[in-house]
């Protein structure tokens, strides 16, 4: 379980092609100094497990099932990405409660100069969004500023932009959406006989 709050941005230090995905070492040394082998760690927004830590990195491996699923199958050498650590008894829940589950992808329609940005979405994300609701995209908790048919908007405040990758969005870069999980089970108790397709 995580809360969306990204405690570093990492980077792609390598990429190995392995018969069961691809492993990643991601060079993050505040995020390597709080890992052990075999503990959960979002690599934006995606739940992985890191199978080794060393000298300010640290590895996991992406099955095919992730890389289908969410943009980390695009990923190259060099690339950053958000990441955080699971959280732990105690700490404060500074954004939601965030599974690390990747619901779908979204693509950015359009970055504004204000850190407005909307965000296009399927019907299988947009039917859990409400205004003022929570999202994680690639990772970091953010609050749903607007709604279209299409598309959902998110307010980026200046700390957000410096400190996640998403201050670096352009129009068409696909991002990893994670809905809020308690709107779904809302909907499945309110609902026993639907089955959500996210």
């Known amino acids: 379980m995580f809360t969306g709050i990204v405690r570093e941005r990492g980077r792609i230090a390598s990429l190995e092609e392995r018969p069961n995905g691809v492993r990643l070492e991601i060079s993050a040394p505040e995020t390597a100094s709080h890992l052990e082998v075999g503990d959960s760690v979002s690599v934006s927004g995606a739940c992985l497990t890191a199978t080794a830590i060393s000298n300010g990195s640290f590895s996991v491996t992406a099955v095919a099932e992730t890389l289908g699923r969410t943009t980390l199958g695009r990923l190259s050498a060099e690339d950053d990405v958000n990441l955080e650590t699971a959280a732990r008894v105690g700490d404060p829940l500074g954004g939601h ?23 296009e ?8 969004c409400v205004e003022k609701g929570s999202i994680a995209v690639d990772g970091v908790s953010l609050t749903i500023a607007g709604l279209r ?3 959902f908007e998110v307010a980026l405040i200046p700390h ?27 909907e499945k108790l309110t609902h026993p006989d639907t089955i959500s397709g996210a």
Do not use: C, M
């Open 121 to 128: 979405a399927g019907p299988e994300i947009l039917r859990y």
């Open 160 to 186: 957000t932009l410096e400190v996640t990758t998403l201050g670096a969005l352009e129009p068409g870069d696909e991002v990893n959406l994670e809905v809020d999980v308690l709107a779904k089970y809302v």
């Open 149 to 151: 048919n299409d598309a």
């Open 97 to 119: 409660f965030v599974q690390g589950h990747v619901d779908g992808l979204g693509r950015v329609a359009s970055v504004g100069d204000d850190g407005r940005v909307w965000v």
